[in-house]
């Protein structure tokens, strides 16, 4: 079974940044295509960014230039670094292993002055 454990998110102003890091176990990580997915109050989750097995990366239009996902396979470990962070961005995190279509329990990131 996939478990997924998500760490880094909190309270950050606007235009400031946060890196939301999942670390990975249960699974032949380096073999996996890994997801960050948001969602927000009174709203659907929707995919924020995915990286493949092979280092192949998308973005959702709304954070395309501002946040990054990576990859550690040493560590099992995935990444979403978000800068230029806008209030529309505040929502719960979530990571995704495509492998198992397992879930994290999510973190919290508000985007607030």
């Known amino acids: 079974q996939v478990q997924l454990v998500e760490s880094g998110g909190g309270l950050v102003q606007p235009g400031g940044s946060l890196r939301l890091a999942c670390a990975a176990s249960?699974?032949?990580?380096?073999?996996?295509?890994m997801a960050w997915y948001r969602q927000a109050p009174g709203k659907q989750r929707e995919l924020v960014a995915r990286?493949?097995?092979?280092?192949?990366?998308n973005y959702a239009d709304s954070v395309k230039g501002r946040f990054t996902i990576s990859r550690d396979n040493a560590k099992n470990t995935v990444y979403l670094q978000m800068s230029s962070l806008k209030p529309e961005d505040t929502a719960v995190y979530y990571c995704?292993?495509?492998?198992?279509?397992?879930w994290g329990q999510g973190t919290q990131v508000t985007v607030s002055s």
């Open positions: 995704y292993s495509e492998i198992g279509n397992s």
């Open positions: 249960g699974t032949i990580f380096r073999l996996n295509t």
């Open positions: 990286i493949t097995n092979s280092y192949s990366t």
